[in-house]
């Protein structure tokens, strides 16, 4: 850890990043490093990057019974997930229409470094505005029911949101989320969403003969995304997404021209501060190889000495995990700064204002 202390970094994303660290670790700092990784939902990427440098040996028994477990869970997690999208195949396979895995789902059935312990609660699918009625009707007779059905919530996901009500099936209780575009479109920042599907790719790998209906998005499309994503939102599991940016920019990197047209692509959707944020906090936190005239394109983006400062403040503390070793007071209100800021991002005021009446006069009901 640097010199600036907590604050710069915490103890998980340090060993992460150079997991020979954990050779110096007492029992009371290995407490402190599992408890982290516990409350970020990271103890299976733990396992995964110690074991890969070969330092799981340094880890006490006890520690080591919770790295190994989170790993075999993560592992029958995976399964459950390719079984899970097997349904979903057999739900929509007579509709044709274009199916698109995200985030978690992705990973795991394209079989890319960043699943490698990864466990995540929902599968993410994208389909056609046009066909997401469809795809609807087709869920629901196969099972899905929604997990919402309060007339307002209806209307805030079906007029402003990118997806629909999440679904949650009746008797597996697995919870399936249908994107019809990958950010808000009420954030004034609308990629064409035909363009992705366009540019989504097969399968590759295992799975790529049972489920040949799916895709996912190109490499550069699945950056922007998962950027978006994390730096759109609230920072609830903030460092995990951090980390799946840096997995993913560390495995598509190895190609030069990636860097070019994820650059491009980043314009030509509107999401450059995403990306920015992306690649300047995975090169601090975990020392992503990101090149140096992308790096130098970040510090020329970056706004006013003041806004960027603030802003580089809240985001240094906001992808802190949530775990009592990093709750100091400004950590707290960095969170919570992160939360309002969400909100702002994806919503225009006047919808702000309406939406946070509703919830707080609901909220007192």
């Given at each position: ?50 074991s890969c440098a070969a330092a799981l040996h340094f880890a006490p028994q006890a520690a080591r019974r919770h790295l190994d477990l989170a790993w075999q869970l993560s592992m029958r997690h995976r399964e459950a997930v390719r079984w899970e999208v097997l349904h979903i195949a057999r739900a929509l396979r007579k509709l044709d229409v274009p199916v698109v895995l995200l985030k978690g789902a992705a990973y795991a059935l394209a079989d890319y470094p960043a699943a490698e312990g990864r466990v995540f609660n929902d599968v993410d699918i994208m389909v056609p505005h046009a066909a997401i009625t ?232």
């Amino acid at each position: 850890m640097s010199g600036g202390g907590v604050l710069d970094t915490s103890l998980i994303a340090a060993v992460l990043a150079e997991p020979g660290r954990v050779a110096g670790l007492d029992a009371a700092a290995w407490s402190v490093l599992i408890g982290q990784a516990r409350n970020a939902e990271m103890l299976g990427q733990l396992h995964a990057r110690l074991s890969c440098a070969a330092a799981l040996h340094f880890a006490p028994q006890a520690a080591r019974r919770h790295l190994d477990l989170a790993w075999q869970l993560s592992m029958r997690h995976r399964e459950a997930v390719r079984w899970e999208v097997l349904h979903i195949a057999r739900a929509l396979r007579k509709l044709d229409v274009p199916v698109v895995l995200l985030k978690g789902a992705a990973y795991a059935l394209a079989d890319y470094p960043a699943a490698e312990g990864r466990v995540f609660n929902d599968v993410d699918i994208m389909v056609p505005h046009a066909a997401i009625t469809t795809v609807e009707y087709a869920l629901l007779d196969a099972g899905w029911i929604p997990q919402i059905v309060n007339d307002y919530d209806q209307r805030y996901y079906r007029r402003w949101m990118h997806e629909i009500p999440p679904l949650e099936h009746k008797s597996r209780g697995t919870v399936l989320d249908v994107h019809h575009t990958i950010v808000p479109p009420t954030s004034g920042v609308v990629p064409d969403a035909n363009v992705l599907l366009e540019r989504a790719q097969p399968l590759n790998g295992l799975e790529s003969d049972r489920l040949g209906m799916f895709r996912v998005l190109a490499p550069e499309d699945m950056v922007l995304h998962s950027a978006a994503h994390l730096f759109f939102n609230e920072f609830h599991k903030g460092l995990r997404d951090l980390y799946d940016l840096h997995r993913l920019l560390t495995h598509f990197g190895d190609v030069p021209a990636f860097w070019t047209v994820l650059r491009r692509r980043a314009c030509e959707t509107g999401l450059e501060q995403p990306l920015n944020d992306a690649l300047q906090h995975c090169a601090r936190v975990f020392h992503t190889a990101v090149p140096e005239v992308e790096l130098a394109q970040v510090v020329r983006a970056r706004s006013s000495r003041g806004v960027g400062a603030l802003r580089d403040w809240m985001l240094r503390r906001a992808l802190l995990p949530d775990h009592p070793s990093c709750a100091t007071s400004s950590v707290r209100f960095a969170r919570w700064m992160a939360f309002v800021r969400s909100h702002w991002l994806r919503m225009p005021p006047g919808l702000l204002a309406v939406h946070l009446l509703n919830k707080a006069f609901r909220s007192e009901a």
